[in-house]
């Protein structure tokens, strides 16, 4: 979107189900001279501990480095795009409490190697205070809790009354 019409993307992770049917995705075939692969490096993410930065900072620094760009951040979310097949299933909540209805998914996890993915107990606390509050505001099923160390992780799904 920084550079319309001058790349054609495609990506080659652990997890290809995630770029399923993006329109801004396109299957290149390597191997043809005609593709150039660069494998991405972060290594911003190295002083995330230690200055404000995410993962899509590093990731955007990288290729504006490797490729003399100047890409700008937009929007901080996900961009999952799914089939009309499943845009036509039941969502997980109707499978749970058998109300098709608007839901919300919290999702208070992370990962322990940085700071930046998971926050500390006061964190976790304060996911367990929303949850809370929004269960007195609206019927709220919480659902999957885990514990890994000495912290608990969970889910929790509301839906609107």
Not at 106 to 133: E, N
Request: neutral net charge; charged residues 25%; aromatic residues 12%.
């Amino acid at each position: 979107m920084c550079y319309p019409g001058q790349f054609v993307t495609d990506v080659r992770t652990a997890c290809p189900e995630l770029w399923e049917n993006n329109p801004w995705i396109t299957p290149l075939e390597t191997g043809t001279g005609e593709v150039e692969v660069i494998d991405c490096d972060v290594p911003l993410i190295n002083r995330c501990n230690e200055a404000p930065y995410h993962y899509l900072h590093a990731f955007v620094e990288f290729l504006n480095d490797r490729l003399g760009l100047q890409i700008k951040p937009t929007l901080y979310k996900g961009d999952i795009h799914l089939s009309d097949r499943e845009k036509s299933w039941y969502s997980q909540v109707r499978e749970l409490v058998g109300i098709d209805s608007p839901f919300w998914i919290l999702a208070a996890g992370g990962k322990f190697d940085v700071t930046v993915k998971c926050g500390a107990p006061s964190v976790t606390r304060r996911w367990s205070t929303i949850s809370a509050t929004a269960g007195s505001l609206s019927r709220w099923e919480r659902r999957g809790i885990g514990i890994l160390g000495s912290r608990e992780w969970w889910i929790s799904a509301g839906r609107r009354a």
